[in-house]
Nanobody, 121 residues
Framework: VQLQASGGGLVQAGGSLRLSCAAS????????MGWFRQAPGKERELVAS????????DYADSVKGRFTISRDSDKNTVYLQMNSLKPEDTAVYYC???????????????WGQGTLVTVSS
């Protein structure tokens, strides 16, 4: 299984970025996908998740209304659109896959490599 994350970079506060995570080697349509982030000196946190069934998404309070997670099953890719970025969004962002919306919160089965997002003030 491979999860290939991309799209990170440097952006000014208020700007936008879109992260992508291309999955291979798993049944994409039957996995819950998530984006985590880890800032320096902080624990990794789940930012957003999207279930395999239509309509389920979940967000951390800190990003609600600013971030949108989506998935394209034809491309086996999950996206994280990040708008109105703040300096506190600076972190390494990781995508992950799990068998359920419960497992993504506690024990993702697969992790991608991180992509660094830096938001300047």
């Amino acid at each position: 299984v491979q999860l290939q994350a991309s799209g990170g970079g440097l952006v000014q506060a208020g700007g936008s970025l879109r992260l992508s995570c291309a999955a291979s080697g798993l049944t994409f349509s039957s996995n819950t996908m998530g984006w985590f982030r880890q800032a320096p000196g902080k624990e990794r946190e789940l930012v957003a998740s999207i279930g395999w069934s239509v309509g389920y998404t979940d967000y951390a309070d800190s990003v609600k209304g600013r971030f949108t997670i989506s998935r394209d099953s034809d491309k086996n890719t999950v996206y994280l659109q990040m708008n109105s970025l703040k300096p506190e969004d600076t972190a390494v962002y990781y995508c992950a896959a799990a068998r359920s919306i419960y497992a993504i919160k506690s024990r993702p089965a697969y992790w991608g490599q991180g992509t660094l997002v830096t938001v300047s003030s």
